[in-house]
């Protein structure tokens, strides 16, 4: 006749199962986490690529350079709070020769994003 219970053979092997789910579970949320965050990350990548090939557009005569007019901002959905900042990188006299276009926003879970190319002065 055999005792009640469980023996400790069996125990040791619920253990290892259990643990071995749990485990396995960790890993698929944690892949899941990564997954979104480079969904993320290549939606902002190709939202400031939009944006900088809208400006190239926008500034590919001298005069529309030299007026530093800039493209409407309209981030996707999730993104917010875009900014352009320009600088004049260089110059001869008084004339800008190169420019840094940054943009800046505010991605989904609050993380910030911060993108930036250079321009030249396009040929006459």
Request: glycine share 4%; charged share 15%; net charge positive.
């Amino acid at each position: 006749m055999r005792p009640k219970g469980f023996s400790f053979v069996e125990v040791m092997v619920a253990l290892a199962i259990l643990s071995l789910s749990i485990l396995i579970l960790s890993y698929f949320g944690s892949s899941f986490t990564l997954t979104r965050n480079a969904q993320i990350d290549t939606q902002a990548q190709a939202y400031a690529r939009s944006y900088f090939d809208n400006l190239r557009a926008a500034w590919a005569t001298q005069a529309a350079f030299h007026t530093g007019a800039l493209p409407e901002l309209n981030p996707p959905r999730g993104f917010s709070n875009p900014t352009v900042r320009l600088e004049d990188i260089q110059s001869i006299g008084n004339r800008v020769i190169l420019r840094r276009a940054t943009l800046e926003f505010t991605g989904p879970q609050e993380r910030m994003f911060r993108f930036s190319t250079e321009i030249a002065l396009p040929p006459q």
